[in-house]
């Protein structure tokens, strides 16, 4: 398998415009999940999907995220209007099967940066 | 809540020592602790995991870790450090208090020296 797969890999952009993530988890893995890492934070959970249905969206730090599952293998991370803070690494993670204790797989991460 | 503190930020190491990971967990159930290791500019990867079976657990890369209840801590420990090892690692904890979601620690940056 070739892992999680995340596009793109880098993104510079301006303040106010849209962004937008894209994530492919592992085949057969019903668990998805976007985080975010700064400096300031460190890894930030921001919502989670089982199933393609979202669970906990409680990370999301504002109304100007969203994201989206339509099928098991592909996500969506969007940002609209994208200010200067929201710099920083997202990735995505998957796994398979209830238990969160499961080891979750990690994308290589999408390094934002808006000026 | 649970809760984990990484008690160092960075720590060095020359290579062949051994190298020692501090991380202390709050929780108020029978915890689910982890261990990832995150390269530069690369994803995280698991390197072990402790779900209440034996309390020391060893993992990939030749680490271990030990759950310690009485002293809340599950601290990362490898005999000899390799320069492949220098990244960051991060304590994680699975908050099973309603939320069922990973909490992570701050990270510890291992440098390893020739």
């Known amino acids: 398998d070739a892992g999680v797969i995340q596009s793109p890999r880098h993104e510079v952009t301006e303040m106010g415009q849209e962004v937008t993530l894209r994530c492919k988890p592992i085949s057969g893995h019903d668990y998805l999940f976007w985080y975010r890492q700064t400096m300031m934070r460190g890894l930030e959970l921001l919502i989670y999907f089982n199933n393609n249905v979202p669970i906990d969206d409680s990370g999301m730090p504002e109304d100007r995220f969203s994201a989206k599952m339509p099928n098991a293998s592909f996500s969506t991370l969007k940002i609209q209007p994208s200010e200067p803070r929201d710099s920083a690494v997202y990735f995505c993670?998957?796994?398979?099967?209830?238990?969160?204790?499961?080891?979750?797989?990690f994308g290589p991460g999408t390094r934002l940066t808006v000026l | 809540a649970q809760s984990v503190t990484q008690l160092d930020s960075h720590v060095s190491v020359s290579e062949g020592t051994p190298v020692l990971l501090r991380c202390n967990y709050s929780s108020s159930y029978s915890p689910s602790l982890f261990w990832y290791v995150q390269h530069p500019n690369k994803g995280l990867q698991l390197l072990l995991k402790y779900t209440s079976a034996a309390t020391l657990v060893k993992g990939i890369n030749g680490f271990e870790a030990e759950f310690k209840k009485s002293e809340t801590s599950f601290h990362l420990t490898k005999p000899s450090a390799h320069m492949s090892d220098a990244a960051e690692y991060f304590c994680?904890?699975?908050?099973?208090?309603?939320?069922?979601?990973?909490?992570f620690g701050a990270g510890t940056r291992l440098a390893v020296h020739p």
């Open positions: 994680v904890v699975w908050d099973s208090g309603g939320y069922n979601k990973l909490i």
């Open positions: 993670a998957s796994t398979r099967g209830l238990a969160l204790v499961n080891e979750q797989f």
